[in-house]
């Protein structure tokens, strides 16, 4: 029988060690093994994408290029500048492919994308081999041992997860490669329109990358981000399937972090070094296993023994939260990452809602302006000026490296969302999407839900303040005095509340808090904005929001939430709200991995011992957005 003539087709798992799909590759004994990757427009020109996670990807590649040449002096891996959907098709035929094996990716464009190219493959008789490498467990069995529902909690993840037997012990890397066969291009490339292009803000010259299928040399090159039209990133954080394996024999060196990790204890003032891993990146384009990551852990924490952390605070829990993520996403479809259509994400009538494309029923990207004074608040957040030196901190850091640590982002979602700003949290996700370099459809998703109490968690009485809650964790406002220079010399006792300094210590420490961080007084770093409101005035009205929308109880896929009679149910604008004895418990991320205690329904309406009563029985402005 004929060897057989494989491509190898690289996406989210850029790496040679444990992989299951180039293990499946390599046991069909090939005679020729071609690693692309395909260059696809869909995210260069249709997903948010800012610089410092294209020079990541561009990393792990050039990253993978180099390990695979190692192995093979012939081989390396081979950029096609085209959709995979027009491509595959020409170059199963030109190429003389006789299978095509990938990971499989559940996300929703890749499953739309996939079955497109399986379909072309069937056609051209070629056999498509996938098998599933990126979660722990494969994440449409573990929504079928979920009985066809979403895993809402890590529990239900863990259940379904034992059904299917222990986690796979992952596999070493190959030691060699096959050649790669001849690569003609004698048919016609398909170059994509670039229009609309959702980067092309970023962009500060047009990008050249698809003139040419094999690159400016003809050579299968990989991009560069000039090619891009973008300019250098400013991440200090590189990427690559070398630096996350070091990374993790570093991890794994310190037994005692490793196996008593308990995230909410990890600071996320902390920085250089962080608390965390920071393998996210890594594990998000594959560049690291997961299960590697997993089986490193478990067995320095059986090791360990006494002492050790367990699920959901310890190393291995936090990756049971990915995995839940991913099988909710599985199961709910491309209406996970958005309210609309979403049976499993409360309705709540935030301001700066989403618009929705009324023939598919997707959100569009825009969004309504139901209120300048939140639009305003909005960019305030997104570019780190609103006042509030925690959240503005955690947001530059944010734009400048692509990471911040899981209760930096409980913060500023937080604030966002239900605790300030009353703002969708479509848009934080959307801001996400852009900056983060470990953005995950559907962990980003699925933490924003859980962050405003929309799905996976609703004690929305929990909040954090931006002000005691940096407090606990560092009290000399270090992390500030690094992210929002202008604030370096004010004594700590104001760090976290500026407008408060009287005006001889904002002198003495050479700033003035004043304006709205619009307004250049003409002397950088001289001066930093007022905040943008009075926090514990909008936590109040947030909280009587939130009690009003969950007693409403409407979800994404209810008939009113589309027809718009859903503001039948809330206070027409300007009414106004009596807010009384409403309590909060200003969230010092002690429980920030403990969702609803078993799967309560509805644990938003309990109030514990610790509950602190506001004292605020004046009534209170509810400006809610309706929408248009
Ligand atoms: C609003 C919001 C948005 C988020 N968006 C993303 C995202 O797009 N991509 C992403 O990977 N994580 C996201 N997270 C989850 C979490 O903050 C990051 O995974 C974590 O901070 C990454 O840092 P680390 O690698 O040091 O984590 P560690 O604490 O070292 O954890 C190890 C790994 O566990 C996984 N993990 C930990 N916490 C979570 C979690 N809550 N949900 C899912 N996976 C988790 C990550 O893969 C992480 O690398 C988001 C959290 C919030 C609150």
């Known amino acids: 029988m004929a060897k057989a003539r494989v491509i190898y087709w690289f996406r989210t798992d850029l790496r040679l060690h444990d992989s299951p799909a180039l293990k499946a590759a390599l046991d069909l004994d090939p005679e020729i093994l071609w690693p692309i990757f395909t260059w696809d427009p869909y995210y260069v020109y249709r997903a948010r994408g800012g610089l410092n996670r294209w020079q990541f990807l561009l990393d792990c590649q050039n990253d993978l290029s180099a390990s695979i040449t190692k192995l093979n002096p012939k081989s390396k891996l081979f950029l096609l500048r085209e959709a995979p959907q027009t491509v595959l098709p ?24 996939d079955a497109v190219v399986e379909a072309a493959a069937k056609t051209a008789g070629v056999q498509v081999i996938t098998r599933s490498g990126r979660t722990l467990w494969d994440s449409d069995r573990i929504v079928a041992k979920n009985g066809g529902k979403p895993t809402m909690s890590t529990t239900q993840l ?66 560069s981000m000039e090619e891009l039209g973008f300019p250098s990133a400013t991440t200090p954080h590189k990427g690559g399937e070398t630096r996350a394996l070091k990374l993790l024999d570093d991890i794994a060196k310190d037994k005692k972090y490793t196996a008593t990790f308990e995230k909410p204890k990890t600071s996320p003032a902390q920085f250089e070094p962080q608390s965390t891993t920071l393998l996210s990146p890594f594990l998000h384009f594959g560049a690291l296993s997961i299960r590697e990551l997993y089986w490193r852990v478990q067995d320095i924490v059986d090791e360990y023994g006494k002492g050790a952390s367990s699920p959901p605070a310890s ?4 990756l049971f939260f990915r995995d839940m993520y991913f099988a909710a996403q599985a199961a709910i479809g491309p209406k996970f990452t958005q309210t609309h259509g979403n049976d499993h994400c409360k309705f709540i009538p935030w301001h700066l809602p989403s618009k929705v494309d009324s023939k598919t029923g997707v959100t569009t990207g825009e969004y309504h302006i139901d209120s300048p004074e939140a639009e305003k608040w909005f960019q305030r957040w997104k570019t780190g000026t609103t006042g509030f030196p925690w959240i503005d901190a955690l947001m530059r ?30 848009r934080g996700a959307e801001v996400f999407e852009e900056y983060l370099l470990d953005h995950e459809p559907a962990c980003n998703a699925g933490n924003w839900q859980w962050l405003s109490c929309t799905a996976f968690f609703t004690q929305y009485f929990r909040m954090y303040s931006p002000i005691s809650f940096p407090q606990k964790w560092d009290k000399n406002g270090d992390f500030v005095r690094h992210w929002v220079p202008e604030l370096k010399n004010l004594s700590a006792k104001y760090i976290y509340e500026p407008w408060k300094a009287p005006l001889l210590d904002q002198k003495q420490a050479g700033v003035r808090i004043t304006g709205d961080g619009e307004s250049s007084s003409g002397e950088q770093g001289k001066t930093y904005p007022k905040p943008m409101f009075d926090f514990g005035e909008r936590r109040e009205i947030c909280l009587a929001a939130m009690k009003t929308a969950y007693k409403a109880n409407l979800y994404g896929d209810d008939d009113r939430v589309a027809d718009g009679s859903w503001a039948d149910l809330f206070p027409a604008e300007g009414e106004h709200v009596g807010v009384r004895d409403l309590d ?30 506001t004292t605020a029985k004046k009534q209170k402005t509810l400006n809610f957005g309706r929408l248009p």
């Open 90 to 113: 020409k170059i199963f035929k030109a190429w003389g492919v006789t299978h095509l094996v990938f990971e499989k990716d559940t996300d929703s464009y890749p499953r739309e994308r």
């Open 158 to 223: 863990q259940n379904a997860g034992k059904k299917l037997g222990p986690i796979d012990r992952p596999i070493a890397a190959p030691s060699s490669l096959p050649d790669p066969g001849e690569m003609p291009l004698d048919f016609e490339h398909e170059r994509p329109s670039g229009k609309p292009d959702i980067n092309s803000e970023r962009r500060t010259k047009k990008d050249t990358e698809y003139q040419s299928i094999a690159g400016p040399k003809g050579d299968f090159s990989i991009e």
């Open 315 to 318: 190393l291995t829990g936090q």
């Open 584 to 613: 909060f418990e200003s969230d010092d991320g002690e429980k920030a991995d403990e969702g609803d205690a078993s799967d309560d329904a509805n644990p938003g309406e309990k109030r514990t011992a610790k509950s602190q009563q």
């Open 397 to 426: 850091q944010l734009r400048q490296e692509g990471w911040i640590h899981h209760l930096g982002r409980h913060s500023v979602a937080c604030f966002l969302t239900r605790g300030g700003c009353y703002i969708d949290w479509e």
